[in-house]
C-alpha cells in the first residue's frame, strides 16, 4: 500500500493520531511525520497535567474528613458548612479534569496524549460513586500516565490495585468465603463475601475480551485470587499509598484458571495470573483490534490488526514497541477520514485549532454534559464508547452546531479563519470547504463553517 504525500501524512498525523493541529502543527510534522510521532513515545510515559495533584492516599484521606464534616453539618443543621463541604468535594474533581483538557489543549505530543486516554478508557473508572471520584483524576496520573509506553503487566497490575479500581468494582469490600476475616464476621453475626465484580472486567474488558475462552468458574477462582486486594483505612496501614493487601480476607488454596494452575500466597497470586493473562494470544487480539478501532477506523483492517497483535506478543506487551508499530502500518495513513471525533475530541481540537485552551471548567464542562461526555463518568466499566454511530445523532449534531457557533462568536473577530483553516487541517482542507470559509459573511461565522465541517468532525 503507497504511502500518501508527505503533506498528508503531515496532516494525518497530526489529526488522526494527535488530538488535532495546533497552529504551526502540522508544518512541523511535514518533514518526517512517522518521526514526528516516534518522537512522542517516551519511556517516561505520558505527561502530567500541570496542577498541584495529591496522590491517591491523600485523596481519599481527604474524603474521609470531607466526610465527617458533612456528617458533622448534617447533623448540626448548618446548611453553610454543608454546601462549603460539598463544594470542596465537587472542586478536587473539577480542577482534576480541567487540567487533563488544559493539558490535551496545549501539548505538543498530542499522540502521546490521546494514547494516554485510551488506556484510561480501556481500565475505566466512573466518577459515578463519590470516592471513586475523588480519585479519578489520581487513577490516570499514578496508574496509566506512567505506563503508557511501558509493559502492560505492570499498567494492569497498577490499575488493578489503585483505589479508583477497587471502590468502583467493589474489590475493596470482597472477602474470601473461607477467610479467616470471613470466619470472624460470621462469629460476630455478620455476613462477608466474594465480589467478582473486579475479576470479571479483567478478563472480559481489561485483558482476553468477552470471547477469550475463560468461563464463569474461571471468573470465581480469579475473584477468590483477589480476596485481600483492598484499599487502606488509613495512611499508616499500607506503605504503598492507598492500596493494602489483607491477608486475613485473601481465600486460602490454589487456584486453577484458563487451565493453569496457580500456587503463590497473598497478593501474589493474583498478580502471577494478571502476568499470564497481560501476555495471552487472546489479550493481545483483543486489545490490537481496540487500538486499530480507535486510531484508524471503526471497522479496522484485518492486516492491521494483525501487525498490532504481532508487536504486542513478539515484544510481551511492550506498549512502546506497539505505538510504533501503529505508526509503521501503511493501513493507519489512509487519507480517507474514517473515525468521528467523540465529544471531548471535538472540543479539544477546537481550542487547539486557535492555539489555546480553556480557563475553567464551565467552557467545557455543560458542553460535554449536553453531548452524553461529562467529566469522568463513562457510563459503565465497558468505557466510553468509540463508534461514530455512538456521536453523530442528529440532536447531538445540532449540539455542536451551537458549541461551534457560540465559541466562534467569542473568538472570531480576533483570529484570521483562513488561516486557522490551513493550519487545523493542512492537506486535508477541501476546496469546497476552504472556498465556504473565505467566502463567510463573517469572521465568526467562517470559524463554525469550519469546525462543522466534514473534515473537522473526522479525522
Known sequence: MALPSKDMQAAIAATRFGLGARPGEIEAARGDPRGWLKAQITPDGADQPKTDFQNGAQR??????????????RQSGD???LKAAQRERRQDVNQDFLARAQLGASTDA???????????????????????????GPFEQEAIRPHAFGRFEDMLVASSSHPAMLTYLDQSQSVGPESRQAARAQQRGRRQGLNENLAREILE????????????????EFARAMTGWTVARNAEESADGAFVFRAAAHEPGDRTIMGRQYGQDGAGQARAIMADLATRPATARHCARKIATYFVADTPPPALVQRLEKAWLTSGGQLDVVARAL??????????????KTPYEFLISTWRAVGTQPQALNQ???????????AFRPPSPEGWPDETSAWAAPDALI??????QGFAQRVGDRVDPNAIAAGALGARLSNPVAKAVARAESRPEALAVLLMSSEFQRR
Open 205 to 220: 474488558l481489561h485483558t482476553v475480551g468477552v470471547n477469550g475462552g475463560y468461563s464463569q468458574a474461571d471468573v470465581t
Open 79 to 81: 446548611q453553610e458548612a
Open 110 to 136: 498530542s499522540f502521546r496524549e490521546r494514547w494516554a486516554l485510551f488506556w484510561a478508557n480501556h481500565f475505566t473508572v466512573s466518577a459515578t460513586k463519590q470516592i471513586t471520584a475523588s480519585v479519578a
Open 364 to 374: 467545557l464542562g455543560p458542553t460535554l454534559n449536553g453531548l452524553g461526555q461529562p
Open 399 to 404: 449540539k455542536r452546531m451551537a458549541f461551534a
Open 327 to 340: 505508526i509503521e502500518a501503511p493501513e493507519a495513513w489512509e487519507p480517507a477520514p474514517a473515525k468521528f
Open 60 to 73: 481519599l484521606a481527604e474524603y474521609r474528613h470531607q466526610q465527617d464534616t458533612l456528617r458533622a453539618a
